[in-house]
Nanobody, 118 residues
């Protein structure tokens, strides 16, 4: 499966962005999907995941209550709605697909830049 993330940009603190992850090559309905981010000089970190059916989600503590992950298997799309953005949310955001359900994260998109100004 190929993943393409988009929707990033420059936004002021307190603003919102919606990231999109478009999948091709295979249906995403069989994959757990996730969003990760990497800030400059830091390691990539987990942001949010969603199960194959969308019935369960999980979030990093730093984004809980502000970000929402969702998916539309019919459209082969995954979304990350980001509200109340903070400067520390700045980074490159990646979508990923987990084939086995064990957080192996086998497939990655190319990333989209999110910059939050204070």
């Amino acid at each position: 499966v190929q993943l393409q993330a988009s929707g990033g940009g420059l936004v002021q603190a307190g603003g919102s962005l919606r990231l999109l992850c478009a999948a091709s090559g295979r249906t995403i309905s069989i994959y757990k999907m996730g969003w990760f981010r990497q800030a400059p000089g830091k390691e990539r970190e987990f942001v949010a995941t969603i199960t194959q059916s969308g019935g369960r989600t999980s979030y990093a503590d730093s984004v809980k209550g502000r970000f929402t992950i969702s998916r539309d298997n019919a459209k082969n799309m995954v979304y990350l709605q980001m509200n109340s953005l903070k400067p520390e949310d700045t980074g490159v955001y990646y979508c990923a697909a987990d084939r086995t359900g064990s957080s192996s994260w086998d497939y990655w998109g190319q990333g989209t830049q999110v910059t939050v100004s204070s």
